[in-house]
Nanobody, 118 residues
């Protein structure tokens, strides 16, 4: 059973930046696509950003132009750089990796809190 360990969350003022990291203990990280999701209080979990094993990225409209997802296969780590943060970005952020092809393995991290407030 693989483990994902997220880090980098915290309290930041509106307009500030944070970088989340997710270290995955999977055997061959390059065989996994990776995603960042978030869940705000009282709301459903939403997909924020995705990166394929080949490095193609996709973003929710609400974060496009402000967030950047990236990966380092050698470090088995996926990142989420968050700029121009807004109070509505406040949520618990979860990392998720899915094996490709076939999505046979699907692992989730424990979540990290991001709070955007003055």
């Amino acid at each position: 059973q693989a483990q994902l360990v997220e880090s980098g969350g915290g309290l930041v003022q509106p307009g500030g930046s944070l970088t989340l990291s997710c270290a995955a203990s999977v055997r061959i990280f390059s065989m996994y696509a990776a995603n960042w999701h978030r869940q705000a209080p009282g709301k459903q979990r939403e997909l924020v950003a995705s990166i394929t094993n080949g490095g193609s990225t996709n973003y929710a409209d609400s974060v496009k132009g402000r967030f950047t997802i990236s990966r380092d296969n050698a470090k088995r780590t996926v990142y989420l750089q968050m700029n121009s943060l807004k109070p509505e970005d406040t949520a618990v952020y979860y990392c998720n990796v899915v094996s490709v092809p076939g999505q046979r393995y699907d692992y989730w991290g424990q979540g990290t809190q991001v709070t955007v407030s003055s």
